[in-house]
């Protein structure tokens, strides 16, 4: 399984970002994908995860800017992330698991910036 995640960049805070996520290989359902993120100097936390049926949950209460959602049929990951602030600077990962194994894929991560 290999997982290719586009859209990081800089941005202000205030602004808004989309980040995609799209799997491919052998990917078996029911799974669930995610997002990640570890900021400079920490370590990686969970920001949200959604499933293959498109049930969404989230790492952080703090975190009700963000926004997970999945192209239904397709194994791509959107987060929607709105209101940023600095502290959400951060090289942001997604994930894939299969529901009921423990093998986690991971993409390369991307670099986000949120500039005050």
């Known amino acids: 399984v290999q997982l290719q995640a586009s859209g990081g960049g800089l941005v202000q805070a205030g602004g808004s970002l989309r980040l995609s996520c799209a799997a491919s290989?052998?990917?078996?359902?029911?799974?669930?994908m995610g997002w990640y993120r570890q900021p400079p100097g920490k370590e990686r936390r969970l920001v949200a995860l959604?499933?293959?049926?498109?049930?969404?949950s989230y790492g952080d209460s703090d975190q009700n800017h963000f926004a997970i959602s999945r192209d239904k049929g397709k194994d791509t990951v959107y987060l929607q992330m709105n209101s940023l602030k600095p502290e959400d600077t951060a090289v942001y990962y997604c994930s894939l698991r299969t529901l009921g194994q423990t093998l986690q894929y991971w993409g390369q991560g991307t670099q986000f910036t949120v500039s005050s």
């Open positions: 290989g052998s990917i078996v359902s029911p799974n669930v």
């Open positions: 959604i499933t293959s049926s498109g049930r969404p």
